[in-house]
C-alpha cells in the first residue's frame, strides 16, 4: 500500500528551524521525484522543493535557507527549514511523481496528508 506520513510541522518563531519529515511506505524513493508543496488557506498550492536521482529543485522564496534530502535506506524525504519567515506559514504535503520532472502539483498523483507549519512570533 502506497503511504507517505508527513511529520515534523508545528509553531515556530520567525528566524527558528523546523525538519520535515516524509516516510514513505509501499515504493522505494529510486525512480521517483518526490515534492514538498505547501498550500496556505485562500492561497494558491506552491512547489517548495523537490528531489530525484538527478537533481533537486527549490522555489526562489526558500533558496538559501531550505534543503531537501532524502535517506535511501529509510525510505524517507526531508525538508530542512531555516530562517523561517511568517510567509513560510502552511500546511506543507509531500508527494510523489515517476521518474524526473517540473516541480509542479498536477504532475504529482501520490500526496500523503499534510504537516501544518506555522511561524508568528
Known amino acids: 500500500q502506497l503511504q507517505f506520513v508527513e511529520s515534523g510541522g508545528g509553531l515556530v518563531q520567525p528566524g527558528g528551524s523546523l525538519r520535515l519529515s516524509c516516510a514513505a511506505s509501499?515504493?522505494?524513493?529510486?525512480?521517483?521525484?518526490i515534492g514538498w508543496f505547501r498550500q496556505a488557506p485562500g492561497k494558491e498550492r506552491e512547489g517548495v522543493s523537490c528531489?530525484?536521482?538527478?537533481?533537486?529543485y527549490y522555489v526562489d522564496s526558500v533558496k538559501g535557507r531550505f534543503t531537501i534530502s532524502r535517506d535511501n535506506a529509510k525510505n524517507t524525504v526531508y525538508l530542512q527549514m531555516n530562517s523561517l519567515k511568517a510567509e513560510d506559514t502552511a500546511t506543507y504535503y509531500c508527494a510523489r511523481r515517476l521518474g524526473s520532472g517540473y516541480c509542479s502539483a498536477p504532475f504529482f498523483t501520490s500526496w500523503g496528508l499534510g504537516t501544518q507549519v506555522t511561524v508568528s512570533s
Open positions: 528531489i530525484s536521482i538527478y537533481s533537486t
Open positions: 509501499g515504493f522505494t524513493l529510486d525512480g521517483y521525484t
